[in-house]
T-cell receptor, first 112, second 112 residues
Framework: GQSLEQPSEVTAVEGAIVQINCTYQ??????LSWYQQHDGGAPTFLSY????GLEETGRFSSFLSRSDSYGYLLLQELQMKDSASYFC?????????????FGSGTQLTVLP | EAQVTQNPRYLITVTGKKLTVTCSQN?????MSWYRQDPGLGLRQIYY???????DKGDVPEGYKVSRKEKRNFPLILESPSPNQTSLYFC???????????FGQGTRLTVV
């Protein structure tokens, strides 16, 4: 089986930096993805880490430590529009396919 | 425009009345999948398809059927819906081996 844990809620102020952690337990691990979802809309892809280290894309960065089964999403210079749910997802082998299994999501609220 | 299109966006139905939620993608993706999203549970995979005529169960397949007769279409069928299938449903597609999944806008289903 597999499991992912991430905080259910995080609150921060505009302009601040916030880190959303994700720990996972799975076999057949390939990589860790992050998705953003606004108000029940379509989840959208943010980043993917297959190797240890930090990947940076603009204000967002994602980190992975395979040995610790841990990753995080770092959001810098927070803006009001960053208020959303953020999901970590492991890419793993299940049966004959590489599947995407999601965590339960972290609701980020950005305050003015 | 590259997209995944689901229909309908909203549906209220009665217990036992068969329904189909359609999903179509225009990106020539081999891999398609269906998820349901419930509060506090994140996105859980119902069924997936690795290509035409190749489908398999995800984590929560009970009460659902799928078919993949064409590459672009992957309908979700509820032959006898029950209230516990009230949920937000998402269709997603990606290239085989790809790291980014593209999601439809979601179908909010209520079964009374």
């Amino acid at each position: 089986g597999q499991s992912l844990e991430q905080p259910s809620e995080v609150t921060a102020v505009e302009g601040a930096i916030v880190q959303i952690n994700c720990t996972y337990q799975t076999s057949g691990f390939y990589g860790l993805s992050w998705y953003q979802q606004h108000d029940g809309g379509a989840p959208t892809f943010l980043s993917y880490n297959a190797l240890d280290g930090l990947e940076e894309t603009g204000r967002f960065s994602s980190f992975l430590s395979r040995s610790d089964s841990y990753g995080y999403l770092l959001l810098q210079e927070l803006q009001m529009k960053d208020s959303a749910s953020y999901f970590c997802a492991v890419r793993e082998v299940q049966g004959s396919a590489r599947q995407l299994t999601f965590g339960s999501g972290t609701q980020l609220t950005v305050l003015p | 425009e590259a997209q995944v299109t689901q229909n309908p966006r909203y549906l209220i139905t009665v217990t036992g009345k068969k329904l189909t939620v359609t999903c179509s993608q225009n990106m020539n993706h081999e891999y398609m999948s269906w998820y349901r999203q419930d509060p506090g549970l994140g996105l859980r995979q119902i069924y997936y398809s690795m290509n035409v005529e190749v489908t398999d169960k995800g984590d929560v397949p009970e009460g659902y059927k799928v078919s993949r007769k064409e590459k672009r279409n992957f309908p979700l069928i509820l032959e006898s819906p029950s209230p516990n299938q009230t949920s937000l449903y998402f269709c997603a597609s990606r290239v085989t081996g790809g790291t980014e999944a593209f999601f439809g806008q979601g179908t909010r289903l209520t079964v009374v």
